[in-house]
Structures are given as structure tokens and as C-alpha cells.
């Protein structure tokens, strides 16, 4: 079985959370979300012995992706975002595609909804989940580009149907835990409870 390495840390004032994923065996890595600030990923990676070649959003809010050209630039790593994602990158990612780390893999879930580039990152039994989903919550949908009907989509379609013994690493450490398992948030979140798109709709607001 691989040796996956992940690493949470909290990240700049807006109680974000970046993240490393690694592969014990090639020592490559990827960055998720480097935030404000990714110089404690790049410290952890050399700690580590990690190599970071990719340095990935989950989607474009300024609050996730303000650092990231400068550690692609410091690392020299390739920078990925789904295709519809306005900041620059090198790897445009679709629906489905996997990146390689080695032995350990991260597939893209295009998740839409809180942005219309969102995506979530699936590696091993670690659900990397941005703004789509924290742990006892989900992402804004009154924002521009949201969607609440596509949030639905990718709350109900999408994340419900993963299994239920893989690990949320959320975007923000807005919830009663850094990480929760998803099962337990298919029954306790209240914005992934069963409920129609109109439901939904009048859950989440105006």
C-alpha cells in the first residue's frame, strides 16, 4: 500500500487551512490551497524531505490562492486549478483527472456551487474539500458566481455518494473538529441533510 503523507495547517486571519500531500516513497508532493501565506507548507515539506511539484486550488477566492504564484515560483512547481478557474495555471484540471504523485493519487471532483470553478481533491481515504464543504457546514452560495442549485448538486450527488469512512479536510477550521469523516457529516451536518433543491434553496437564504 502507498505511504501517503498529509499535513493541515492553519493559514493567515481567515482561519484557512492549507495542506501537503505526499508520497512517502518518490517524496513528491502537492500544496492545496496555500493561502495567504505558504511558507509554513514549504518549511513542512523541507522538514520532511518533500518535494512540492504541484501547488493546486480548490477554487479562486483571493483567501486560498493569494500566495500560490509565489510558491509555484520558490518550488518550481506546476500550478492546477479546474479549467474555469480564472488564476493562471499550467495544468487545466477536468472532471475525473488524476495527478500523480507517485503511489499516491489525487483524482479532481469538479465541485460547483460556492464558485463555478470549484473542485474537491480525493486522495487515498483524505477528502480535500475547499469551500464546498467544512466540517458542520458548507460554503456560502450568496456570493458572485455562486450557485445555489449546483451546490446542491455537488453536496447531495457528488459527496453523499463517497464512502462514508473517508476523512474531510475542509477549507476552514469553521467546525468542531479540523476533520471530521464524511459519514458522520452525512448525518450531522444540517446542509447535507436530504432535502430537494427548493429546500435547500430556502436553507441556505436569499
Known sequence: MPSMIVR??????MANFGYLVGDESTKRAAAIDPSFDGRPLEREAKKLGLTIDLV???HGHPDHVQDLERLARATGAKVGAHRSSRIRKDLELEDGQRLSLGEVTLEVLHTPGHTPDGVCYLA???LFTGDTLFVDACGRVDLPGSDVRA????????LRGLPDQLIVHPGHDYGHAPT???????RDNVTMQPRT???????MGP
Not at 471530521?180 to 452525512?186: I, P, T
Not at 433543491?197 to 436553507?203: G, K
Open 8 to 13: 493541515q495547517l492553519l493559514l493567515g486571519p
Open 151 to 158: 451546490m446542491h448538486h455537488s453536496l447531495f450527488v457528488r
Open 197 to 203: 433543491p427548493e429546500e435547500f434553496a430556502e436553507l
Open 56 to 58: 493546486l486550488a480548490t
Open 124 to 126: 487515498g481515504d483524505a
Open 180 to 186: 471530521a469523516r464524511l459519514g458522520e457529516q452525512k
